[in-house]
């Protein structure tokens, strides 16, 4: 590097995210993680004045390869939560550290912490017993210390602080993007190793999470009157996962286990109906998603759904199955009242962009560096 390369970088305010996320599995808060930065890149590479004087860099676990396009520092010895909790704070040094995955280490003060639901305090049951313990005791430590406390809904931030995190003054909201989805092409071979083609079908998420409630779906499933019409669920939990939870699944579910996201976006926008019956989202990134597709969707009235949603998609009794069994067989029959949603719905997540959320947090980082 030239000496004058050198005393610029030396002048610049470093931010350091922590990488942990990359390293996971990736779920909402990984995805919402990786989506942020890789708009913050783009900023900073198009010229964004708020990022002209910040020197961007990753830090990650050791053996986690960053597939972001910046400066990754890579740990020695740790990983996991050791390696964020001792290892990170000193590779992170001086600059200002950006958690957006709920923690970070506990041992720093001003960074940035991003903590997207308070599902923990709302709904322990979906937890175990060593998880709860770790977040009831970390997240108002972390809270104190950083200097900017960023949630994902005004749902969510009430609830974070009713929970005593942090008062609400406090709390900043930085709406996620859904947008994302239009990036991924679609492969359609899925609907044929699913049976799907030329089929009408719905879908939902598949989880035995308590406050994901898809046991009120599946048994709307089996009382609905166009019992010719299956509910496909996507995700990881497997029959002997429902089983387990007391969950009879019935005869008229596809489990579709986990799939690529391109595979994921076919079976989404070719359904009749996405049905989501979660009991708290501190953002719901799922309906939205299918809601920018053209998918109509069905939601409980609960955490963030109506905020976010709105009107613009249909709305069910939570854990009540009749009431999800006549909204559904609702829109399997009645095209106009599809085409209705459809199109609402469209309108309404776009709103949501990846863009807007990459200035925000960008305005952030200038603001805190």
Known sequence: MRPDSLRLKQNMHRIVFNGKFQGQKATGVQRVAHALISGVIARK?????????????MASPKGVT???????LVGKHLKGIPWEQFELPAMAGKGLLVNLGNVGPVSRTGDVLMIHDAQ?????????????????????????????ILTVSEYARSCLAEAGIAPLERIEVLHNGVDHIKN?????????TLGLINRPYLVGMSSVQHHKDVRTIIRAADIMKNRDVPLVLIGSATEADFKAAGIDLGSNIILAGRLRDEEMRAVIEGARAFAFPSLTEGFGLPPLEA????????????????????????????SNPEAWAAAIDKLVEDNDLRAHYSIAGQHRAANYSWSAASEHLARILHDAA
């Open 184 to 192: 991924v092409t679609s492969d359609p071979l899925i609907l044929s």
């Open 45 to 57: 590479r198009s010229g964004d004045p708020l990022l002209a004087g910040l020197d961007l860099a």
């Open 291 to 318: 809601m920018l597709l053209g998918t109509p969707a069905i939601v409980a009235p609960k955490g963030a759904l109506p905020e976010l949603c709105g009107d613009d998609a249909m709305s069910a009794e939570a």
């Open 120 to 148: 923990i305090f709302i709904t322990p049951e979906s937890y175990s017993k060593a998880f709860r313990v770790w977040y009831k005791t970390i997240l108002p430590i972390l809270a104190h210390k950083a200097s900017r």
């Open 66 to 72: 960053s597939h972001l396009d910046l400066e990754n």
